[in-house]
């Protein structure tokens, strides 16, 4: 009895909700926190701008996350008739994402020791 209720056991899976998933898809993707970050704290960016905040991102990846976010309706580029300038905002799904950014900043904060996030990232 006691092996069947193991077998059992190895054979579950956990099942994570699929928004939960999806979520972490979008967010975990390497530099969509931080864009989504600066997006939050300096409001609407030029890409120039956007590139020298988010410096060690290759403007390549940043177009690419840029059309990803957008897609995912968290990002809007907006184009003015006339001119080359092109911005990027939040939409009101990405200002949304305020209080899970402030959570994930105070966690840092409690958490992770600056001096060495520092060395890490260098």
Not at 8 to 17: A, E, M, P, V
Not at 38 to 54: N, S, W
Request: glycine share 6%.
């Amino acid at each position: 009895m006691t092996e069947k209720a193991v077998t059992d056991c190895q054979t579950k899976q956990f099942q994570l909700c699929p928004k939960f998933q999806k979520t972490f898809t979008i967010l975990g993707k390497k530099w969509n926190g931080l864009i989504v970050d600066v997006l939050l704290e300096e409001g609407t960016q030029r890409f120039k701008d956007l590139a020298q905040k988010v410096p060690k991102c290759s403007d390549r990846v940043l177009v690419e996350r840029l059309k990803e976010l957008e897609q995912e309706g968290i990002v809007t580029r907006r184009t003015y008739a006339g001119s080359a300038l092109i911005e990027y905002a939040l939409t009101e799904q990405g200002q949304d994402l305020k209080q899970v950014m402030d959570a994930v900043h105070g966690w840092a904060d409690t958490w992770l020791d600056a001096e060495e996030c520092v060395k890490e990232l260098a």
